[in-house]
């Protein structure tokens, strides 16, 4: 009987051992391929026709073109991008796989959008990951037919520890799908983002995670799996052609320039979208668009821009800064305003009341905070770890833009479009450069859900909020104990954190549903809406449908440049989007069936009645380019120049205008229109839902969590005037 025993103990352990050993090496992960469309029958020509028609009445109405105006999501990710299949595994709230077929169905029935692309994470790319993106995003197009567009892309995630080294992330959107007009593999950036999304990813994913979640287990096998997958792909050879290269290796493009290099290298010509450019979760403090216009960036590669995405708002310039670079290469921490605090300085405040509780004097205190300002300011994004042990609350408002639209956190004006279209290059004399972008807006959703922002419902999965238990935050976010001193963090210990250094928890007060993009088409083919795009004849949205037209009275039309002597006439109209109707469309529910429609759409699809939303009024920017470098940027950029109020009309808003200061100024100006609309419900809308005192000042908060901390049946909606954001129309001096 003892010998049994033995036996059983010897085999016991040699069975833990045998786990042991294929968890390291993470035996049992699966694969996961990009699941299988459900809803393969085509939207019925009637609805799609009926769309048309009531587009072309509304327009007629109010004096619109012909064109039609056509409504698609150019950055949608699944969980074939790192941060995706994170924050979809039950540590995080999440719901388990978002395969590319999900985004499918989702754009087609849920969002019914026109057009949409898929724009995975290159960083975290393999060859059957491409290739799988490729078949079903074919597939998906098959079974859409007339009704929607799909484009196949991916994102180049580029993230730099300082600002000079900063490029931010762009979208690349291929026109077609045949295997010779695409890239052999998507480009990523190397860095800090492959770091995080490549290389160290798994650490995020520790091998305990299956024994302290045995339920879900498979999850966290499937992501060791896909971590180590995306690992193991060789990297190609930077000094071959990427031509020559072949389509099985990873391609690391360090800069623009290079991305832009590759592509025309292996014959391609897809659209490079720059977006979240003002993001400050991710994005140096500090950071400016001018490097960005240096020829060897290849400012003339980036035909639009992303306004606006469920990360929040890039469009609008402040003249504040969270950091000032010095001359000896650090950074000061600028003194805050009224309409501005920056992080530096609220982590000497912290700093220096800690002190004065712990009964240190006067002078003693103020010392350690003028050294928590200047430790927190060469922090960067991770400001917040700079002062041990603080509770997130603690730090307010700090770093955000308290006056801008939906604005997205940490916000970083000098990345702003504004700022972008302000500035020129001048290192040619002869040829200064600018940038000449047309706008979009995207939701940016990471559960593969194109077109979120058609209602404002399911917070958890129709915005990135992501819902940690108690148990799984503080073990996510490092806190360290209190302390009345500030830490000088080591930039690779806060490098090897990934997103672990980032504020996820104010961020969750800033995700919205997103924006669409706009196309004035000539119809719905994948042809015409690509050309719309490249002839910049878009606009973005922050998720209404609102129709826009933007143009001058001889024919200029939005995105487009003209040169004149004389203002041009102007003419912008607008008409409100449709009130929606709850619940969805008899035919979503008859294709993709009663269980679907509520894990994919909760129950709520786009749905529009017959009556729209109004047009409150139409504001009009106007930006004036330098024509020399010491040109202050705030100076150029008149927001708002010109106010239209419109009548209280559900058939829209229209009105003419010039600019009588043009001639006489004789240089350029950058026009762009802004409609407004009346009032709705936009889920966190009034971000951190600050308490303010008497003089202005944010003193508590009542944050939208993206945790337990706020109940999941808690949208966090709050009142918005939803817009749309024209192209602008360059209007450059002289004569033709």
């Given at each position: 009987?003892?010998?049994?025993?033995?036996?059983?103990?010897?085999?016991?352990?040699?069975?833990?051992?045998?786990?042991?050993?294929?968890?390291?090496?993470?035996?049992?992960?699966?694969?996961?391929?990009?699941?299988?469309?459900?809803?393969?029958?085509?939207?019925?020509?009637?609805?799609?026709?009926?769309?048309?028609?009531?587009?072309?009445?509304?327009?007629?109405?109010?004096?619109?073109?012909?064109?039609?105006?056509?409504?698609?999501?150019?950055?949608?990710?699944?969980?074939?991008?790192?941060?995706?299949?994170?924050?979809?595994?039950?540590?995080?709230?999440?719901?388990?796989?978002?395969?590319?077929?999900?985004?499918?169905?989702?754009?087609?029935?849920?969002?019914?959008?026109?057009?949409?692309?898929?724009?995975?994470?290159?960083?975290?790319?393999?060859?059957?990951?491409?290739?799988?993106?490729?078949?079903?995003?074919?597939?998906?197009?098959?079974?859409?037919?007339?009704?929607?567009?799909?484009?196949?892309?991916?994102?180049?995630?580029?993230?730099?520890?300082?600002?000079?080294?900063?490029?931010?992330?762009?979208?690349?959107?291929?026109?077609?799908?045949?295997?010779?007009?695409?890239?052999?593999?998507?480009?990523?950036?190397?860095?800090?983002?492959?770091?995080?999304?490549?290389?160290?990813?798994?650490?995020?994913?520790?091998?305990?995670?299956?024994?302290?979640?045995?339920?879900?287990?498979?999850?966290?096998?499937?992501?060791?799996?896909?971590?180590?997958?995306?690992?193991?792909?060789?990297?190609?050879?930077?000094?071959?052609?990427?031509?020559?290269?072949?389509?099985?290796?990873?391609?690391?493009?360090?800069?623009?320039?290079?991305?832009?290099?590759?592509?025309?290298?292996?014959?391609?010509?897809?659209?490079?979208?720059?977006?979240?450019?003002?993001?400050?979760?991710y994005t140096p403090a500090g950071v400016e668009f001018d490097k960005h216009l240096k020829a060897?960036?290849?400012?003339?590669?980036?035909?639009?821009?992303?306004?606006?995405?469920?990360?929040?708002?890039?469009?609008?310039?402040?003249?504040?800064?969270?950091?000032?670079?010095?001359?000896?290469?650090?950074?000061?921490?600028?003194?805050?305003?009224?309409?501005?605090?920056?992080?530096?300085?609220?982590?000497?405040?912290?700093?220096?009341?800690?002190?004065?509780?712990?009964?240190?004097?006067?002078?003693?205190?103020?010392?350690?905070?003028?050294?928590?300002?200047?430790?927190?300011?060469?922090?960067?994004?991770?400001?917040?770890?700079?002062?041990?042990?603080?509770?997130?609350?603690?730090?307010?408002?700090?770093?955000?833009?308290?006056?801008?639209?939906?604005?997205?956190?940490?916000?970083?004006?000098?990345?702003?479009?504004?700022?972008?279209?302000?500035?020129?290059?001048?290192?040619?004399?002869?040829?200064?450069?600018?940038?000449?972008?047309?706008?979009?807006?995207?939701?940016?959703?990471?559960?593969?859900?194109?077109?979120?922002?058609?209602?404002?419902?399911?917070?958890?999965?129709?915005?990135?909020?992501?819902?940690?238990?108690?148990?799984?935050?503080?073990?996510?976010?490092?806190?360290?104990?209190?302390?009345?001193?500030?830490?000088?963090?080591?930039?690779?210990?806060?490098?090897?954190?990934g997103f672990r250094a980032t504020e996820m928890e104010r961020q969750a007060s800033f995700w919205?549903?997103?924006?669409?993009?706009?196309?004035?088409?000539?119809?719905?083919?994948?042809?015409?809406?690509?050309?719309?795009?490249?002839?910049?004849?878009?606009?973005?949205?922050?998720?209404?449908?609102?129709?826009?037209?933007?143009?001058?009275?001889?024919?200029?039309?939005?995105?487009?440049?003209?040169?004149?002597?004389?203002?041009?006439?102007?003419?912008?109209?607008?008409?409100?989007?449709?009130?929606?109707?709850?619940?969805?469309?008899?035919?979503?529910?008859?294709?993709?069936?009663?269980?679907?429609?509520?894990?994919?759409?909760?129950?709520?699809?786009?749905?529009?009645?017959?009556?729209?939303?109004?047009?409150?009024?139409?504001?009009?920017?106007?930006?004036?380019?330098?024509?020399?470098?010491?040109?202050?940027?705030?100076?150029?950029?008149?927001?708002?120049w010109l106010t239209h109020e419109c009548d209280t009309n559900s058939n829209g808003c229209s009105?003419?205008?010039?600019?009588?200061?043009?001639?006489?100024?004789?240089?350029?100006?950058?026009?762009?229109?802004?409609?407004?609309?009346?009032?709705?419900?936009?889920?966190?809308?009034?971000?951190?839902?600050?308490?303010?005192?008497?003089?202005?000042?944010?003193?508590?908060?009542?944050?939208?969590?993206?945790?337990?901390?706020?109940?999941?049946?808690?949208?966090?909606?709050?009142?918005?005037?939803?817009?749309?954001?024209?192209?602008?129309?360059?209007?450059?001096?002289?004569?033709?």
């Amino acid at each position: 009987m003892a010998r049994n025993i033995k036996i059983t103990g010897i085999a016991v352990i040699a069975l833990v051992a045998l786990y042991a050993f294929g968890a390291a090496f993470d035996f049992f992960g699966r694969t996961r391929d990009s699941g299988t469309i459900i809803g393969t029958s085509p939207r019925t020509a009637q609805s799609v026709t009926a769309r048309i028609d009531n587009q072309a009445n509304a327009a007629a109405r109010i004096g619109g073109d012909t064109k039609q105006i056509l409504f698609g999501d150019l950055h949608v990710h699944t969980t074939n991008s790192t941060d995706a299949f994170l924050w979809s595994l039950p540590i995080y709230g999440g719901e388990g796989s978002h395969p590319l077929a999900d985004a499918c169905d989702y754009a087609r029935f849920c969002s019914a959008l026109d057009f949409w692309a898929i724009t995975d994470h290159a960083e975290a790319s393999t060859p059957k990951r491409w290739s799988d993106a490729k078949e079903s995003i074919r597939a998906c197009n098959a079974v859409s037919q007339d009704d929607m567009v799909s484009f196949i892309g991916f994102e180049w995630t580029q993230v730099g520890a300082t600002p000079a080294t900063h490029y931010g992330h762009k979208n690349v959107i291929f026109r077609d799908l045949e295997d010779e007009k695409l890239s052999k593999r998507p480009i990523a950036s190397g860095g800090v983002s492959t770091n995080a999304l490549r290389t160290r990813g798994k650490s995020l994913v520790p091998l305990a995670l299956p024994l302290l979640d045995p339920a879900n287990r498979q999850d966290y096998y499937d992501i060791r799996r896909f971590l180590d997958e995306a690992a193991n792909v060789p990297l190609c050879d930077a000094t071959i052609s990427a031509d020559k290269l072949p389509a099985s290796c990873f391609e690391i493009a360090e800069t623009p320039g290079t991305l832009i290099k590759s592509l025309e290298e292996q014959k391609v010509d897809p659209l490079v979208i720059p977006h979240g450019t003002t993001w400050g979760f991710y994005t140096p403090a500090g950071v400016e668009f001018d490097k960005h216009l240096k020829a060897d960036q290849r400012p003339d590669a980036f035909p639009l821009v992303e306004i606006m995405s469920g990360h929040g708002n890039s469009e609008e310039y402040r003249d504040f800064r969270a950091v000032t670079l010095q001359a000896d290469g650090t950074y000061a921490c600028p003194a805050p305003t009224k309409d501005y605090l920056p992080m530096c300085h609220r982590a000497g405040e912290i700093v220096k009341a800690r002190c004065l509780d712990n009964g240190e004097d006067a002078n003693t205190c103020t010392a350690r905070a003028k050294e928590a300002r200047y430790l927190a300011a060469q922090s960067s994004v991770a400001a917040h770890l700079s002062v041990p042990g603080t509770k997130i609350e603690e730090w307010l408002d700090a770093g955000q833009c308290k006056d801008c639209f939906l604005p997205s956190f940490g916000y970083r004006p000098g990345n702003s479009v504004q700022y972008g279209l302000a500035i020129r290059n001048f290192d040619d004399p002869d040829n200064t450069t600018r940038l000449n972008w047309g706008f979009i807006a995207a939701s940016d959703n990471h559960r593969a859900r194109p077109g979120t922002g058609y209602k404002e419902v399911d917070r958890l999965r129709n915005t990135e909020a992501v819902h940690l238990s108690e148990t799984w935050r503080k073990r996510t976010y490092p806190k360290g104990e209190a302390a009345d001193e500030a830490l000088e963090l080591d930039p690779e210990v806060v490098a090897s954190l990934g997103f672990r250094a980032t504020e996820m928890e104010r961020q969750a007060s800033f995700w919205t549903t997103g924006g669409l993009a706009a196309v004035h088409s000539e119809g719905r083919s994948r042809e015409e809406i690509f050309a719309a795009m490249e002839r910049r004849e878009t606009y973005g949205t922050s998720g209404a449908r609102i129709l826009l037209w933007f143009n001058t009275n001889d024919g200029v039309m939005m995105g487009s440049t003209t040169q004149r002597t004389q203002s041009p006439n102007f003419e912008v109209k607008a008409v409100g989007a449709y009130k929606q109707k709850e619940g969805c469309p008899d035919q979503a529910q008859d294709v993709l069936g009663a269980e679907r429609i509520q894990k994919l759409c909760a129950n709520e699809c786009f749905n529009p009645s017959n009556e729209r939303l109004k047009i409150s009024r139409i504001e009009i920017v106007r930006i004036r380019p330098q024509v020399s470098r010491n040109e202050n940027v705030a100076d150029l950029i008149d927001d708002n120049w010109l106010t239209h109020e419109c009548d209280t009309n559900s058939n829209g808003c229209s009105f003419s205008f010039t600019d009588p200061e043009f001639s006489s100024s004789g240089r350029m100006a950058t026009y762009y229109a802004r409609a407004i609309q009346e009032p709705t419900e936009k889920i966190n809308a009034d971000n951190l839902r600050c308490t303010y005192d008497k003089d202005g000042n944010c003193i508590s908060l009542n944050i939208c969590y993206g945790d337990d901390r706020t109940p999941a049946s808690d949208d966090c909606v709050g009142m918005v005037e939803e817009r749309a954001w024209s192209s602008p129309i360059y209007v450059e001096y002289g004569s033709n």
